[in-house]
T-cell receptor, first 115, second 113 residues
Framework: GENVEQHPSTLSVQEGDSAVIKCTYSDSASNYFPWYKQELGKGPQLIIDIRSNVGEKKDQRIAVTLNKTAKHFSLHITETQPEDSAVYFCAASGGYGGSQGNLIFGKGTKLSVKP | AAGVIQSPRHLIKEKRETATLKCYPIPRHDTVYWYQQGPGQDPQFLISFYEKMQSDKGSIPDRFSAQQFSDYHSELNMSSLELGDSALYFC????????????FGQGTRLTVV
């Protein structure tokens, strides 16, 4: 089945700096890659997603890139703000083995933005 | 905009008791997913339903069962609870089962004592 690796597990940046979180996946058939932000005690919040027919997608300060050949995708946050502090999860779905719609998550990255 | 509603938000049960968690998807969403998240862990897929039929099954224990009703809400039934079942349980919903945006509820925190 699908396996998603996420790095780093923790990331600390100064306010205004950029943050990059990287994920790799194992199932070449996976074709949908969302990113979720989870604040303490809350449910995961979808912040951006990308499908396998697209290489890059941007929404204001956040962007995601996908390299299908390398089975690698990344989240980029620019001009970070303290309210960006949270745990970020990457996920993949659409691969073989029954994971048609359900998400396989990475282990998460705890992002801390220092004022 | 309406979001996924889960109830109860918190639940405390004793070992060997049963629990029922409820999920009300976003209006017009026909697909529901259940996930379990332990402390400091990533969400683990349990089971999903599309148009009231089970569409996929993950690491759901045999002690747990779930269903989706005619109004698309879903219930997760958990029996013979164990200490290890203590976790956050999230429901997510989407429009269609194939790689569409899934939106999560705020979760039910289950504590088994």
């Amino acid at each position: 089945g699908e396996n998603v690796e996420q790095h780093p597990s923790t990331l600390s940046v100064q306010e205004g700096d950029s943050a990059v979180i990287k994920c790799t996946y194992s199932d070449s058939a996976s074709n949908y890659f969302p990113w979720y932000k989870q604040e303490l005690g809350k449910g995961p919040q979808l912040i951006i997603d990308i499908r396998s027919n697209v290489g890059e997608k941007k929404d204001q300060r956040i962007a995601v890139t996908l390299n299908k050949t390398a089975k690698h995708f990344s989240l980029h946050i620019t001009e970070t703000q303290p309210e960006d502090s949270a745990v970020y999860f990457c996920a993949a779905s659409g691969g073989y083995g029954g994971s048609q719609g359900n998400l396989i998550f990475g282990k998460g990255t705890k992002l801390s933005v220092k004022p | 905009a309406a979001g996924v509603i889960q109830s109860p938000r918190h639940l405390i049960k004793e070992k060997r008791e049963t629990a029922t968690l409820k999920c009300y998807p976003i209006p017009r969403h026909d697909t529901v997913y259940w996930y379990q998240q332990g402390p400091g862990q990533d969400p683990q897929f349990l089971i999903s339903f599309y148009e009231k039929m089970q569409s996929d099954k993950g690491s759901i224990p045999d002690r747990f069962s779930a269903q989706q009703f005619s109004d698309y809400h879903s219930e997760l039934n958990m029996s013979s609870l164990e200490l290890g079942d203590s976790a956050l349980y999230f429901c997510a919903s989407s429009l269609g089962p194939m790689n569409t945006e899934a939106f999560f509820g705020q979760g039910t925190r289950l504590t088994v004592v």
